[in-house]
């Protein structure tokens, strides 16, 4: 079965300092899509990154990076510059090329602190 | 520019009640989806479908029925209330998956059954 494992549940960082979100996922397929979702206190849920397996280059938009490890099956983001607007659940999500479903981890909250 | 767009956005049911959830998208997607967040458990996928006319069950259907008669709207019901049902409902969309296509969501429903 396909699996995506968050296993930081809550996490805190200054505003300005770099936080690390780890994510790590199981699946035998060679084609698919890593996504990173926000979802701030106002509950909408807001697409941070995506990153395409078949590529070895790492996603970046602006503050948000990706470290992509196809091997080890994993997929962390980091935030740079952390600021007060980032505080919110995030969540790790995968789907096969081809297919429909989309699994999610069980999210990370963080908080970043003035 | 609407989106997803998620009806009602807050309901208090008492048990054994029924209700539905309006899911409309402007967008012409075919895949629409429902999922439930839980604290801890992340997103877990009710119903989908992938076109006008189908849908499929998804990791958690029991106590839920949908119905896609028409493209850009996807109904989700709950014939029978139960305080287990209490959670926060999603709406989501995407183009067909054959390349990693994101999801657009709704903004929410926060059902709470007593």
């Known amino acids: 079965a396909q699996t995506v494992t968050q296993s930081q549940p809550e996490m805190s960082v200054q505003e300005a300092e770099t936080v690390t979100l780890s994510c790590t996922y199981d699946t035998s397929e060679n084609n698919y899509y890593l996504f990173w979702y926000k979802q701030p206190p106002s509950r909408q849920m807001i697409l941070v990154i995506r990153q395409e397996a078949y590529k070895q280059q790492n996603a970046t938009e602006n503050r948000f990076s990706v470290n992509f490890q196809k091997a080890a099956k994993s997929f962390s983001l980091k935030i740079s510059d952390s600021q007060l607007g980032d505080t919110a659940m995030y969540f790790c999500?995968?789907?096969?090329?081809?297919?429909?479903?989309?699994?999610f981890g069980t999210g990370t909250r963080l908080k970043v602190l003035a | 520019n609407a989106g997803v767009t998620q009806t009602p956005k807050f309901r208090v049911l008492k048990t054994g009640q029924s209700m539905t959830l309006l899911c409309a998208q402007d967008m012409n997607h075919e895949y629409m989806y429902w999922y439930r967040q839980d604290p801890g458990m992340g997103l877990r996928l009710i119903h989908y479908s992938v076109g006008e006319g189908t849908t499929a069950k998804g990791e958690v259907p029991d106590g839920y029925n949908v119905s896609r008669l028409k493209k850009q709207n996807f109904l989700l019901g709950l014939e029978s209330a139960a305080p287990s049902q209490t959670s926060v409902y999603f709406c989501?969309?995407?183009?067909?998956?054959?390349?990693?296509?994101?999801?657009?969501f709704g903004s929410g429903t926060q059902l709470s059954v007593l």
């Open positions: 999500a995968f789907i096969t090329s081809g297919t429909y479903k989309y699994i």
């Open positions: 989501a969309s995407s183009l067909p998956g054959v390349s990693g296509e994101k999801l657009f």
